[in-house]
């Protein structure tokens, strides 16, 4: 049993920065691929962002390429998404999910536990 809880969100300006936490608890913090999801009202969850265990790759979603980056550190079982140039249309709650598979941590399908979101709103 793998327990996600996020932080960090919050009300920021468009152009401005947050940077998301999600801490884990329970065992094995590196054998898990993680990765970010957000939904906003009325739409389906989507990826946003995923990084495999060792953290030496990283994947991410096409619109938010080069404004954010997600990151861990497995010493303190933690995973980062740090948000840059956020713009109106990232408002969501964002959540962060652990994977055991290797493959496809792009897909929400594969991901089998989930924090319970923290919401971020960007004004315009």
């Known amino acids: 049993q793998v327990q996600l809880v996020e932080s960090g969100g919050g009300l920021v300006q468009a152009g401005g920065s947050l940077r998301l936490s999600c801490a884990a608890s329970?065992?094995?913090?590196?054998?898990?691929?993680m990765g970010w999801f957000r939904q906003a009202p009325g739409k389906e969850r989507e990826f946003v962002a995923a990084?495999?265990?060792?953290?030496?790759?990283?994947y991410y979603a096409e619109f938010v390429q080069g404004r954010f980056t997600i990151s861990r550190d497995n010493a303190k079982n933690t995973v980062y998404l740090q948000m840059n140039s956020l713009k109106p249309e990232d408002t969501a709650v964002y959540y962060c999910?652990?994977?055991?598979?290797?493959?496809?941590?792009?897909?929400?399908?594969?991901?089998?536990?989930w924090g319970q979101g923290t919401q971020v709103t960007v004004s315009s």
């Open positions: 999910a652990s994977t055991w598979t290797t493959s496809s941590i792009t897909k929400a399908p594969e991901y089998a536990y």
């Open positions: 329970g065992r094995a913090f590196s054998s898990y691929a």
């Open positions: 990084i495999t265990r060792s953290g030496v790759n990283a």
